[in-house]
């Protein structure tokens, strides 16, 4: 099993930047690609970006630009730079790994509990 732990969220005004991690613990052997979610109030979690075992990365058009996915794996954990936060950034962010070595926007087979952004404008 995985435990993914998130860290980092917060209230931010509208131009501002904050660092998410999410620390892996377990059975990290098996993590393939991770990956940052994130779901607002009354809509649907939305894939924003993702990073595959080899480095290759995804982000979701909305945030293109402005956040950037890494990956420590010496340190188990993975991070997101967000910059110019907007208040539609504004959403629980959650960490998710999966034992596939490729990016998908579904099939996360283990997740974290989430952290909170707040943008205000």
């Known amino acids: 099993q995985v435990q993914l732990v998130e860290s980092g969220g917060g209230l931010v005004q509208a131009g501002g930047s904050l660092r998410l991690s999410c620390a892996a613990s377990?059975?990290?052997?098996?993590?393939?690609?991770m990956a940052w979610y994130r779901q607002a109030p009354g809509k649907e979690r939305e894939l924003v970006a993702g990073?595959?075992?080899?480095?290759?990365?995804y982000y979701a058009d909305s945030v293109k630009g402005r956040f950037t996915i890494s990956r420590d794996n010496a340190k188990n954990t993975l991070y997101v730079q967000m910059n110019s936060l907007k208040p539609e950034d504004t959403a629980m962010y959650y960490c998710?790994?999966?034992?596939?070595?490729?990016?998908?926007?579904?099939?996360?087979?283990?997740w974290g509990q989430g952290t909170q952004v707040t943008v205000s404008s």
């Open positions: 998710a790994a999966r034992r596939g070595a490729i990016v998908t926007m579904r099939g996360y087979d283990y």
């Open positions: 377990g059975s990290i052997f098996s993590i393939g690609a």
């Open positions: 990073i595959s075992s080899g480095g290759s990365t």
